[in-house]
Antibody, heavy 118, light 107 residues
Framework: EVQLLESGGGLVQPGESLRLSCAAS????????INWVRQAPGQGLEWVSAMSGRGGRTFYADSVKGRFSISRDNSQNTLYLQMDTLRVEDTAIYYC???????????WGQGTLVVVSS | DIQMTQSPSSLSASIGDRVTISCRASQSITYYLNWFEQKPGKAPKLLIYAASSLQTGVPSRFSGSGSGTDFTLTISSLQPEDFATYYC?????????FGQGTRLEIK
């Protein structure tokens, strides 16, 4: 069974940093692109970032480019999102979601909540 | 960046109704259009990919159509479990933007 488990969320102040993790199991982790998608309270979905299976390609939303950095450790089946210079508007549930051979975002984790507030 | 616009933003319907939700891209995305369903407190779920391909396990009352810039999600006969929020998303080019969502409510 495919599982994605996010962790690392919490309460931080504006300008601080946080690193999220997404631990995967049940599939060949290094073969698939994994994404981060976030959802602010009561709002819609926002795609944030993605990294290809071998890590050669990374993609970011304009809203986080230069502040967030995606990485992965295929030996540990884990994806990371390093979030620096956090803003109040980064407050959201952060989901990781994997692609398949056919398409994107086929399986999702349960999400981890990040709150940026003074 | 490609902008995705859904309509309507909300919709009231009854059990058994046929419902259509539209999604328009700001430029051609050929068939790289996906539809997701999200229920309160839950992660989104992929329903349709590549504009019209039904994801494994999704009931056949869901269907998708369209290409280029205009797409449609149709639910042929609403069931109680279908009341949720629906999002379109383009996977043609990064950033892979979502529509703003359509909230489907019980009439």
């Amino acid at each position: 069974e495919v599982q994605l488990l996010e962790s690392g969320g919490g309460l931080v102040q504006p300008g601080e940093s946080l690193r999220l993790s997404c631990a995967a199991s049940g599939f060949t982790f290094s073969s698939y692109t994994i994404n981060w998608v976030r959802q602010a309270p009561g709002q819609g979905l926002e795609w944030v970032s993605a990294m290809s299976g071998r890590g050669g390609r990374t993609f970011y939303a304009d809203s986080v480019k230069g502040r967030f950095s995606i990485s992965r450790d295929n030996s540990q089946n884990t994806l990371y999102l390093q979030m620096d210079t956090l803003r109040v508007e980064d407050t959201a549930i952060y989901y990781c979601a994997r692609d398949s051979a056919e398409t994107t975002l086929v399986q999702w984790g349960q999400g981890t909540l990040v709150v940026v507030s003074s | 960046d490609i902008q995705m616009t859904q309509s309507p933003s909300s919709l009231s319907a009854s059990i058994g109704d046929r419902v259509t939700i539209s999604c328009r891209a700001s430029q051609s995305i050929t068939y790289y259009l996906n539809w997701f369903e999200q229920k309160p407190g839950k992660a989104p779920k992929l329903l349709i990919y590549a504009a019209s391909s039904l994801q494994t396990g999704v009931p056949s009352r869901f269907s998708g159509s369209g290409s280029g810039t205009d797409f449609t999600l149709t639910i042929s006969s609403l069931q109680p479990e279908d009341f949720a929020t629906y999002y379109c998303q383009q996977s043609h080019s990064a950033p892979y933007t979502f529509g703003q969502g359509t909230r489907l409510e019980i009439k």
